[in-house]
């Protein structure tokens, strides 16, 4: 695996690769890599000739400075995840790499960030613009691969390639999951054993409420949710809402939409998870 640190060689790398004829996949991460990204990566190798994989800790997308000081970074143990799932090229730039000078570019995203992360974390979806932006301007990768845990993320980023005008293809791969249910996120390392323990009343909880949802409102649906979650010690839900999965608008009545999807958000503790499933109605 070739680790590359500087834009323009990277730029160059993945030149050479395209003139000989290969296709490129690129899968955007912020390292503490664990088994959620190596099931995107193993899907990018399956679909492309050549496999970049980005490590960078992007600091216009957090609105907490204590986030960004305490954001898990394992350089070390993210090359050997990479290079054992077959990884072509790490590109590991500096903040100084990346924004020579500050980026002062503000993304007309519209409604899909009004919502839920959106209010939430002001800055949050503009700054993953501006990185996500970069990375494909700098690779010009013919697909990319995103995690469905962040699934606001992805109609963000669908938004952002429609507005530059990318001839990327979006690639959603589903969350990946903890034996228990508790989906994979580079902040679980932060959770406490006893918190790592009730974490998993999230998934719990959601997928119960595939079942009441048969029966109930969507209100009602949102609220059994909630109060689940938060009858744990030290777990508050920030949010939780049923939306359309195109749109991210709120829906009110289960016939709004064919496939609605229910975005959680909660604190365990300090740590800040995130959570989703899919209603099929
Ligand atoms: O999902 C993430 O890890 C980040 O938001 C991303 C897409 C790599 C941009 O920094």
């Excluded at 209010?119 to 990375?135: C, E, T």
């Excluded at 365990?268 to 209603?279: A, F």
Aim: proline share 6%; with cysteine.
């Amino acid at each position: 695996m070739e680790i590359i640190r500087e834009v323009a060689l990277l730029r160059r790398r993945v030149e050479e690769e395209k003139q000989c004829g290969r296709s490129v996949g690129l899968v955007p991460t912020m390292g503490a890599l664990h088994a959620g990204h190596v099931s995107l990566i193993d899907r990018a190798r399956k679909e492309n000739d050549i496999v970049v994989v980005s490590v960078f800790v992007n600091p216009t997308q957090f609105n907490n400075p204590e986030d960004l000081r305490t954001y898990p970074r394992t350089e070390e143990a993210d090359c050997e995840k990479m290079t054992s799932a077959g990884v072509n090229i790490a590109f590991i730039p500096s903040v100084e790499e990346v924004y020579p000078e500050p980026d002062t570019r503000v993304f007309d995203l519209g409604p899909v960030t009004e919502v839920m992360e959106g209010p939430m974390r002001p800055g949050h979806f503009n700054g993953v613009a501006q990185i996500v932006s970069k990375l494909f301007d700098m690779v010009l990768p013919h697909r990319a691969y995103f995690g469905e845990k962040d699934f606001q993320q992805i109609a963000v980023i669908r938004r952002m390639v429609e507005l530059e005008g990318f001839d990327i293809d979006i690639i959603d791969c589903p969350i990946m999951r903890e034996d228990d249910g508790l989906a994979m996120s580079s902040r679980n390392v932060r959770l406490t054993p006893s918190q790592r323990e009730i974490a998993p009343t999230i998934h719990k909880a959601l997928v119960a409420s595939l079942d009441f949802a048969k029966s109930h409102s969507v209100k009602e649906t949102m609220q059994s949710v909630i109060n689940e979650i938060n009858a744990q010690p030290e777990m508050e839900v920030e949010y939780y809402e049923i939306v359309d999965s195109l749109t991210m608008q709120p829906i009110s009545d289960w016939a709004e939409c064919n496939c609605p999807v229910g975005c959680i958000t909660v604190y365990c503790g300090e740590v800040r998870l995130i959570d989703n499933i899919k209603y099929i109605k």
